[in-house]
């Protein structure tokens, strides 16, 4: 059974920085991409960044270009999201997602096949 847990979310001033691990059990995406969402209350769910984990290859959306960054490591089958400069608008639920049925990036969430939990980032003013 494929899990995907989340963890490092948390309550921080504006400015500041939070990084978001994503831990995968029971398959590896070797050769397959990961995401990062987030969902606001009343909104619907977001695509923030994704990363292809054979070759590194990133997408962002434009609202975090600069500020966040994906990363994975492949020893620990974990995916990051560090998060810089953070404003309140990014408080949300963050969600690690994995894709097995293509090689391709999407910023579409229905093209993700497993889902984390999610985890809470709330950033204050």
């Known amino acids: 059974q494929v899990q995907l847990v989340e963890s490092g979310g948390g309550l921080v001033q504006a400015g500041g920085s939070l990084r978001l691990s994503c831990t995968a059990s029971?398959?590896?995406?070797?050769?397959?991409?990961m995401g990062w969402f987030r969902q606001a209350p009343g909104k619907e769910r977001e695509f923030q960044a994704s990363?292809?984990?054979?070759?590194?290859?990133?997408n962002y959306a434009d609202s975090v270009k600069g500020r966040f960054t994906i990363s994975r490591d492949n020893a620990k089958n974990t995916l990051y999201l560090q998060m810089n400069s953070l404003k309140p608008d990014d408080t949300a639920i963050y969600y690690c997602a994995g894709r097995t049925s293509s090689i391709y990036l999407t910023r579409r969430a229905s093209e993700y096949d497993y889902w984390g939990q999610g985890t809470q980032v709330t950033v204050s003013s």
């Open positions: 990363i292809r984990w054979s070759d590194g290859t990133t």
């Open positions: 029971g398959r590896t995406f070797s050769g397959y991409g």
